[in-house]
């Protein structure tokens, strides 16, 4: 061995030395393997060399922690990065072509020098691997045969993306992005284009002589042989190099089926398509339009998050089968000035070129919110940009149609819903009970299921608020119950692996609609036959709330509108709000519980914007209920000595009489309000068309005692001689939350004798009697009795 450090000044050299039998040039840690393996192979090496001009080694990611200075990240893609000495050994200039050849092909790179890695590295970037497959064992040298100037390359797309229309603009950039570079056939690169990077393969190269080179024959020249000095046909790329992109046209045919959604997959909405679809094709041109005259080319969905608005967008466009674009305001943003708006204009300018086509911008709200004192620059100058450029595609006969989306319509600027921008706006509204079941039927034909038509009828009935979203959650929580329930009975039959209604059943315990999120309360699990008695008060609540849902033709028939609000009142302690409670559970409907406190705000408009936001939860969830509990503190009477309203009690109370019976319809929803001193609650709340029934529930009657006592003592150990009759009797006058206490501490007095104690005799109930006394106060039973002679 010799060592090639002749030279001090090349320090890094000092670290090779050449094998005097191979003539090869390795580093010194391998001298001793290399002896053992002398002479190595062209094909197969176990350690790293240098010979005539070649390095071979192994290809390494490219990972530097300080980016080459004035190259551009992309640049870096098309480098090969080697240390200094191997670039001197190998007679490679920096900047120099060199081939490198791996197993997986031949790419032409530019040498590059480094020092992050060991001296006999060979770098790429990760993406510059990928694209060829640059993996393994590899060998660079510099380029040293002839490269051929091609009259034209024909590359196929080979990426995930579709290639779009080759127009002036795609043509120009496929001749700046590979002027000057160096390919064979088989290579592929890289373009990038509005956001995504397209892929491309060199399939067949033509010269200037006109004699194409054969597809198999170039092919053959990817295989390495053991003699570098090969027949590997290179071609360069110039400016005035034609491209020509193999035309696929199942490309065409395919697009539509990578579509995630169709329009037979959406149900429910077949109405509200058809009008929008209306709009759509006057505007892409399938119906001619009267005169010069052209009709707005926006449209805006809204409706609440998770209704279907996107589904609605995606499905259209695949029935159009055109050219589409999606704007989304977290692709488009960018932090440079100008870029934004360049990219808007971009697209625009595109899908004109590429007309009849649609543009779909998601959650419009997001890319250019309203403009007001908190707005930024940047979101005006998009805004400004985003109405210069719909005002150009009105004013044009291109065919080119805007669908825009958004869950806040509030947010969206009024200078883009004037008439002549986005002037046709569709609510996609929450589904009702048939649009449900058919949304349902149609989730239903992608899983195997054995729920009959009746069962799909009746989720689609107790379903109440749930959007499109909340009803794909309820399938996906039936199926994993299904995957549960088959684990668990660990049976493979195909009985087992379908999903039935018991597996749905269980998924409506779970999933709540989304609305309801922020508002959700436990409903606690009361039933009617757990309210002792009450029978009038159980009918009248019925009637205001179960009837409506269950027989809306009897009220249409009738020509009248279901009650709109029901108020209990009575002395503390009669079930009212156990009555609430149950009536919650057993109508099925949404459910909505006020704690007047938490309405309260020390902020000016905070309280009845609180208001507010529960009625627009409870309407946009129909049908519902809102329970207020103890009503006088929130609608308490105003009082004319006020200080021009400046109470805040009585602005809560205005903007309560505002959502019972104002400008806004209530909808399906029921206002249940309990309380104990109806005469202190204000008069307007009072009237017909807000709180219409006014109901007494007054202290319980021989009948419902006896009831109470007959729930209770149901699951408590009492001795025989316990006669419930004459316990009944003694609590004349007694309410029943006392009832209960009455049985509740007739227990605590057999536990005080006797902790271990399994039985409850007559004398522990003759002292419970003795300690809980009725506490209604005559007078109180007065009040109740003139209040009820004044309204009836």
């Not at 209990?568 to 057993?586: R, V, Y």
């Not at 316990?727 to 009455?742: C, K």
């Not at 809980?772 to 007065?782: C, G, K």
């Amino acid at each position: 061995m010799t060592s090639k450090s002749k030279d001090s000044g090349r320090k890094s050299l000092s670290l090779w030395v050449t094998c005097e039998k191979c003539q090869s040039t390795l580093t010194q840690k391998d001298v001793a393997e290399h002896d053992a393996n002398c002479p190595l192979s062209s094909e197969k090496w176990s350690h790293d060399f240098i010979y005539s001009g070649i390095l071979h080694s192994t290809v390494e990611i490219y990972k530097s922690q300080e980016q080459p200075k004035n190259i551009s990240e992309r640049a870096l893609d098309d480098m090969v990065f080697l240390s200094q000495s191997a670039l001197q050994l190998c007679e490679i200039a920096i900047g120099d072509p060199v081939v490198v050849s791996t197993n997986g092909g031949i790419v032409v790179k530019t040498a590059w020098p480094t020092k992050d890695k060991t001296i006999t590295s060979v770098s790429l970037t990760k993406p510059a691997i990928d694209l060829n497959n640059l993996q393994g064992p590899v060998k660079v040298q510099k380029l040293n045969w002839p490269v051929s100037i091609p009259r034209e390359f024909i590359i196929s797309n080979v990426g995930k993306h579709l290639s779009p229309e080759v127009t002036g603009e795609f043509n120009v950039l496929l001749k700046n992005h590979n002027e000057q570079k160096i390919f064979l056939v088989g290579n592929k690169f890289n373009i990038p284009f509005y956001g995504k990077r397209l892929t491309y393969e060199i399939i067949q190269v033509k010269l200037d002589t006109n004699t194409d080179n054969n597809l198999s024959e170039q092919l053959k020249q990817l295989n390495l042989t053991t003699n570098q000095e090969t027949d590997i046909q290179l071609y360069k790329a110039l400016y005035n190099t034609k491209w020509t992109i193999l035309s696929k046209e199942k490309e065409k045919k395919d697009e539509p089926k990578k579509s995630k959604y169709k329009i037979e997959d959406v149900g429910g909405y077949d109405n509200l398509i058809e009008d929008i679809k209306d709009v759509l094709n006057v505007g892409l041109g399938r119906c001619k339009s009267i005169g010069d005259f052209y009709i707005s080319k926006g449209v805006l969905l809204y409706g609440t998050a998770g209704v279907g608005k996107s589904t609605i967008a995606s499905a259209l466009i695949s029935e159009y089968d055109l050219s589409s674009f999606t704007v989304y305001s977290s692709d488009i943003y960018s932090k440079s000035l100008g870029e934004t708006e360049q990219k808007l204009k971009d697209i625009f300018m595109e899908a004109r070129a590429k007309a009849p086509s649609i543009i779909l911008i998601e959650e419009i709200d997001s890319l250019c919110p309203k403009r007001s004192s908190s707005t930024t620059d940047h979101e005006r100058r998009v805004l400004s940009q985003l109405i210069a450029l719909f005002d150009d595609i009105q004013n044009t006969n291109d065919n080119v149609v805007i669908l825009a989306t958004t869950s806040k319509l509030e947010q969206v600027d009024s200078s883009l819903r004037r008439p002549g921008r986005i002037d046709k706006e569709f609510e996609v509204y929450v589904p009702t009970r048939n649009m449900r079941t058919e949304i349902l039927q149609k989730l239903l034909l992608k899983m195997p299921n054995t729920v009959s038509a009746e069962d799909i009828t009746n989720i689609g009935f107790v379903t109440h608020g749930f959007v499109g979203a909340d009803l794909y959650g309820l399938c996906s929580q039936a199926i994993l119950n299904a995957v549960k329930r088959q684990q668990k009975t660990n049976a493979a039959s195909e009985s087992s692996s379908k999903v039935t209604s018991l597996d749905f059943n269980h998924a409506l315990a779970v999933i709540k609609p989304s609305a309801m999120k922020e508002v959700l309360i436990e409903v606690p699990n009361v039933r009617w036959s757990d309210v002792g008695g009450q029978k009038e008060l159980k009918l009248k609540l019925k009637q205001a709330v179960e009837w409506p849902l269950r027989h809306p033709e009897a009220f249409q028939r009738m020509g009248i509108t279901p009650p709109r609000g029901v108020l209990m009142f009575g002395p503390p302690g009669c079930s009212k709000t156990l009555i609430a409670k149950a009536l919650a559970t057993e109508s099925k409907v949404n459910f909505l519980n006020i704690k007047g406190p938490e309405l309260f705000s020390k902020w000016v408009g905070e309280s009845e914007k609180a208001v507010r936001e529960v009625f627009r939860k409870a309407r946009q969830v129909s049908p519902s209920i809102v329970f207020i509990d103890e009503i006088d503190a929130l609608g308490g009477e105003r009082s004319s000595s006020s200080n021009n309203g400046s109470n805040v009690q009585e602005r809560v109370l205005a903007q309560l009489l505002t959502e019972l019976d104002g400008v806004t319809a209530l909808g399906s929803v029921t206002l249940v309000a309990a309380t104990n001193r109806p005469d202190k609650i204000d008069k307007a709340l009072l009237r017909p068309g807000r709180l219409d029934r006014i109901i007494y529930v007054p202290l319980p009657d021989d009948e419902t005692r006896q009831e109470i006592f007959d729930i209770k003592l149901k699951n408590m150990p009492i001795t025989g001689d316990v006669n419930i009759q004459d316990l009944v009797e003694l609590t004349e006058g007694y309410s029943g939350a006392e009832v209960q206490a009455v049985c509740h501490e007739a227990a605590m007095k057999a536990l005080e004798e006797d902790l271990n104690a399994t039985i409850i005799t007559k004398e522990h109930f003759k002292a419970a009697l003795a300690i809980v006394t009725p506490r209604t106060p005559p007078s109180l039973i007065n009040l109740y009795n003139n209040y009820l002679n004044k309204i009836y």
